[in-house]
């Protein structure tokens, strides 16, 4: 079964800081990957998505990038981070079967 | 907009009775159905996925699915006090990639 593993799993940086959040996964290849932010008591939102190598598709316009350098890795990335960019980061997983598993998380706290 | 809808609650119940969380979702061309736990701090756990219209048991768990509604919803029988967390409903959007759709999930307090 897939196993997906991220760091950090808690940073606080301040306003205008670069930021980098990265994922791999375990015991799957060629996955759908996924980055998903979780606001304060709200629901997880998608923010990018991903079913290759170089292949990033982004949901929702916004402060942040991201990347798929190889099969099993996915990074978070801003060149300048933002107080609204602050919440839980989760990564997630798809690769047979009907489910999506999550890594750990990151939180983020931008100060 | 598609959209899933959750009661944010906190959804309380006495330790060994039924907890019953429900969920109605906008588009008719969601395919797959999923019930997920978050403890506080942690990560969504994956509790069961439907997608045929009816019941499906787990365990303690069963999710039913009524497209004709376009509602879920996911019962614990014997509720537990390690049951307290908040329950995400998801569905599968129409785009493909299994991307999922969440709610912003119920809160279900489980007590003595």
């Known amino acids: 079964s897939q196993t997906i593993h991220q760091w950090p799993a808690t940073l606080v940086q301040p306003v205008g800081s670069p930021l980098s959040l990265e994922c791999t996964v375990e015991?799957?290849?060629?996955?759908?990957l996924y980055w998903y932010r979780q606001a304060a008591g709200r629901g997880l939102q998608l923010l990018f998505y991903?079913?290759?190598?170089?292949?990033i598709s982004s949901e929702v316009p916004q402060n942040l990038s991201a990347s798929r350098p190889q099969d099993r890795q996915f990074i978070l990335s801003s060149k300048k981070l933002l107080l609204s960019d602050s919440g839980f980061y989760l990564c997630?997983?798809?690769?047979?079967?009907?489910?999506?598993?999550f890594g750990e998380g990151s939180w983020l706290t931008v100060v | 907009q598609k959209e899933v809808e959750q009661n944010s609650g906190p959804l309380s119940v006495p330790e060994g009775a039924i907890a019953s969380l429900n969920c109605t979702y906008s588009d008719r061309g969601s395919q797959s159905f999923f019930w997920y736990r978050q403890y506080s701090g942690k990560s969504p756990e994956l509790i069961m996925f439907i997608y045929s219209n009816g019941d499906k048991e787990d365990g303690r768990f069963t999710a039913q699915l009524n497209r004709a509604s376009q509602y879920i919803s996911l019962l614990i029988r014997d509720s537990k006090l390690s049951d307290s967390a908040t329950y995400l409903c998801a569905m599968s959007g129409t785009g493909g990639y299994n991307k999922l759709i969440f709610g912003a999930g119920t809160r279900l307090a489980v007590h003595p």
């Open positions: 015991g799957t290849s060629n996955p759908n």
């Open positions: 991903s079913v290759g190598i170089g292949q």
């Open positions: 997630a997983g798809w690769a047979s079967g009907n489910t999506i598993y």
